[in-house]
Structure formats: C-alpha cells, structure tokens
C-alpha cells in the first residue's frame, strides 16, 4: 500500500508527464476531415481519359465509337458520379407498381422513331441540360410526360423540372442528389407539375440553378410562378397513373409504339462518358452510378445489330448531338429492367385549355 506522501508524489508525476506531452501529441494529431469534401481515391482526376478512347476505337466488336467529348472536357469523376442521380429503388416502393404488359399479336415496325412519328410534338427531339445537379430521374420524368401532353392532346408545353426537383422531396429522393424515377411519376399523379415557364430550370439570364457550376444545392420549394402574372396551381399538369413497363422488349416497344417516350435508368460505366457515335456496350471502365434518359425508339444496323434509340440531357455536345444508341435485347447495362411511365390526365385543363378536354381525370 502507499502511504500519502508517495501517493500525492505519483499524482504530480503524472501531473507534470501530461503537461509535457500535450504539445507533442497536439502537432501528432490530425483533424478529421469533412466527409462533404473529402473526395474518394481517384475521384479527382478527369472523367475523360485517352486510354479509354484508344481501347474503344481499337476493340474490334465494340461497335461505337469514342471521342473527346467537349460536354465532361472539365469534369472530374466525382462531379461525373454526382450527375448520375438515379438511386436504387427500395423493393418496397415497387411492390404495389403495375407492370404493363402487351400481346404478342400487336405488330411492331422494325425500325421506329418518336420524333418523325410524332413530328407535331417539338419537345420530342429537345435536348436540354441538367448542369452539375443530379436531376436525370426529373428531366426523364418531365421530358416523357410533356411529350405523351402533345402526342394524347396535341399540346406542345414544356414542364417543370425544377418543380419536381425542388418540391417533391424526401418522397422522390434527395433531389440534386438524386432520386426514384417511379416516385417523380407519384409525384405527377399527387401533386402534378407547372409550366417551366412558372418554374424554370434556368433563370432567364442564364445557368443560375441549380448547378452549372460545382457547387451545387437543391433549389428551394417555392411554389410560386417567375412570371407575376400566373397562378402556381392554376399551371398545374398532372399524370393519370404511374406504372413500370415489364422488361421484355416488345412491351417495351409496344408502350412507346402507342403512348410515347418512356424514362429508361441504367447503370453507367466510365467509357459512356466518351460515347460519340454507333451502338454502344460496355467495354471497359468501372461503375459510376446509375442515370435516367428518355427512351425514344429503336432500330437494327445494317451490320444487323439490334439497338435502343434515346435522349440524354447532356447538351449536345454529348454523344451523337445529345443522343445515343445502346445495343437492344440483352439488357444492357440494366436498360430493360427499370422501364417507368404514365398517362397524361385532362385534370386541371378544363379551367386552362377550355371544354374541350371533357371531365377532369383525378
């Protein structure tokens, strides 16, 4: 046992070791980074590589062909990941979604493009620009359903991303940091969705919001028209239903032979990134995450391959002037699996476009 004196003498021992050992260990000590800018191991290095190029345009069954695309020339992997926004849907938001099917007896051309079938219909062949925001499951959403506006009622509008991005919230997703490409179509059929003239993506100046450059944010929810003189509610477009298409080709040409472009998800690999031309497949390159685009038509090469036609809201400095073509019939990078859609409804357009719509659809 210690007696009080060896006691008190072995406090201050310990007394005097800490005080001289703080400022070693306080230089020894690292802080803990901010898991919001820390970037992951490679993240920082450009998305655009010419080692890819060279294995593409050398490989002899690839297919397509790739380039320096201008559209990532500045783009980094990370801010490339952060733009693929389509996150994994809980099997539970599925559960209870329909899934179309067709007869086999329905005929179907072999070749079939939306754009010339449709050629009334302007949105169909727009390509636009979703900047750095992670907003594809909203630009796939919005771009099908104004286009089904003018194929099922022979309107040419242009909807409201930003009101799905911004107001649909935790019910779609994290909004430039993705979502549920079914729930942005619930969202539709709920809530529906403004004008773009209401609400645009860009302000009228340029690319404000939400995010031309990195530093991106989610725009906030204000349920308010940009132009004074319209009323939110008043612009207010809405979906019928909201349905998944079953991942058999033909039902999946069936639904846009007779209803219109479907919002396709996928999963992207790093040589999509230098798609310019043909049909692509995956070559080479690890996953980057997964994207929505708008399905649009198809087609065979004269080479005899079979292949998805569909529109990318990368610009048109993408890919085949903001479009590309993906192999068709082996699922391809998941392209047939997760196939969503829904019927415009006349809801709300008595009050706007007149009678002529007949009774509201709720």
């Known amino acids: 046992m210690t007696t009080p004196l060896q006691h008190q003498l072995l406090l201050l021992i310990i007394l005097v070791f800490t005080c001289a050992s703080a400022p070693q260990a306080t230089k020894a000590a690292k ?193 308010k028209c940009k132009v004074q003189n319209q009323v939110w509610l008043e612009k207010k477009h809405f979906s019928v239903n909201a349905y998944r298409v079953n991942s058999d080709p033909h039902d999946i040409m069936a639904e846009i032979f007779q209803n219109g472009p479907v919002e396709v998800a996928f999963t992207v690999y790093e040589d999509f990134a230098h798609y310019k031309s043909g049909v692509y497949k995956h070559i080479t390159g690890g996953v980057m995450g997964g994207h929505a685009v708008k399905l649009i038509g198809w087609g065979t090469t004269d080479a005899g391959e079979d292949y998805w036609l569909l529109a990318n809201q990368w610009n048109r400095g993408w890919g085949d002037d903001g479009y590309f073509k993906i192999i068709r019939g082996k699922n391809e990078c998941g392209i047939e699996e997760d196939v969503v859609a829904g019927m415009p409804s006349t809801k709300n357009m008595v009050r706007n476009y007149g009678s002529a719509f007949g009774t509201a659809i709720v």
Not at 45 to 51: A, E, K, N, P, V
Not at 70 to 93: C, D, E, M, R, W
Not at 135 to 144: D, K
């Open 31 to 223: 802080s803990i980074p901010d898991p919001q800018l820390t970037i992951e191991e490679g993240d920082s290095s450009r998305i655009i590589q010419d080692d890819i190029i060279k294995t593409i345009n050398k490989h002899p069954n690839a297919g397509w062909t790739a380039a320096q695309n201008p559209y990532f020339a500045n783009y980094t992997v990370a801010q490339f990941k952060h733009i693929l926004g389509v996150k994994a849907t809980p099997h539970s938001l599925l559960s209870n979604v329909p899934a179309k099917t067709y007869s086999r007896s329905l005929m179907l051309p072999k070749e079939f493009d939306a754009r010339s079938a449709w050629s009334h219909c302007s949105t169909i062949g727009t390509i636009l620009g979703q900047g750095h925001c992670g907003s594809c499951w909203a630009f796939g959403a919005v771009e099908c359903l104004q286009d089904r506006f003018c194929i099922h009622f022979n309107m040419n509008i242009s909807l409201s991303v930003n009101d799905l991005l911004s107001c649909c919230g935790f019910m779609c997703g994290d909004g430039c940091d993705g979502g549920y490409p079914i729930m942005a179509w619930r969202y539709f059929v709920q809530n529906g969705v403004v004008t773009d003239e209401c609400d645009p993506y860009f302000d009228q100046v340029g690319c404000k919001h939400p995010g031309c450059e990195p530093a991106y944010a989610t725009p906030v929810c204000e349920k």
